[in-house]
């Protein structure tokens, strides 16, 4: 179960509508549409993804080495870098 599966299930359990600031982005299919916070970059596939596209338990993993590993910063400035050259 990817995590917008899970959060359209959650809201249908708990009879309660999904938070707009998800809403608003965990339908984007365009990835450069997507706002950094949701994205994530996934080595497997070598490409960032959204985070609303990840299974639950790979979420959950990637957040617990993310807690161990301050590359983040470095990655997303490097996605941005990359943006900005392709553009040129």
């Given at each position: ?47 960032y ?38 553009v040129?």
């Open positions: 179960m990817n995590i917008r599966q899970y959060i359209e299930m959650e809201a249908v359990v708990h009879k309660k509508s999904v938070p707009s600031d998800f809403y608003d982005h965990m339908y984007e299919k365009n990835i450069d549409k997507l706002p950094d916070k949701y994205k994530y970059y996934s080595d497997s596939q070598g490409k993804i959204s985070i609303f596209d990840m299974e639950f338990h790979h979420f959950i993993r990637s957040f617990a080495l993310m807690q161990t590993t301050d590359t983040t910063a470095v990655t997303n400035k490097l996605y941005e870098i990359k943006q900005l050259l392709e040129a």
